[in-house]
């Protein structure tokens, strides 16, 4: 749906004459406002829903980003070394590549986190962490934060 909105800005765009950024973000939101008049005929469409949860795991993302700048950057200034590195199994309810391809990647651009390894099964994934205090809660915040959000956005 998304290209549709593209195909429909451009079309603005070519009928209108003008070749503005401006005026393609009048055809972005008028294509937006077509397609979602069209859901009735259509039926429900998961674009709607993208447009909607996209921000949220974005902004999402970008908090825990900072956060774990701050993490890191206090463990390397702090006098004392409080690391407790290790290692942790992360049950996967991602079951398709490109999930488990971005959920492993999100964790490793966080910093003080890196995705190791996935199972041959692909139903848990290994996680090494600078700041280990429980693995359990370690898991939950992965599962109920990263994994939750970003499968909203997929599903």
Known sequence: MFLLDVLLALAWV?????????????????????LWLMQRTLGPLHYFQLTRRLPAFVLFFVWELILANLQVAYAVLSPRQTLRPGIVAVP??????????????L??????????????????????????????GFRRNIKEGFERRLLEVFR
């Open 92 to 105: 996967l309810d991602a079951r398709t590549d490109s999930e488990i391809t971005l959920l492993a990647n």
């Open 14 to 34: 070519a009928l209108t004459g003008e070749f503005t950024l401006g005026n393609l973000i009048i055809g972005l939101v008028l294509g937006y406002v077509m």
């Open 107 to 136: 964790i490793t651009l966080t910093p003080g986190t890196l995705s190791l390894d996935i199972s041959t099964d692909r139903r848990v994934l290994y996680v090494h962490t600078m700041h280990l205090e429980d693995a359990d």
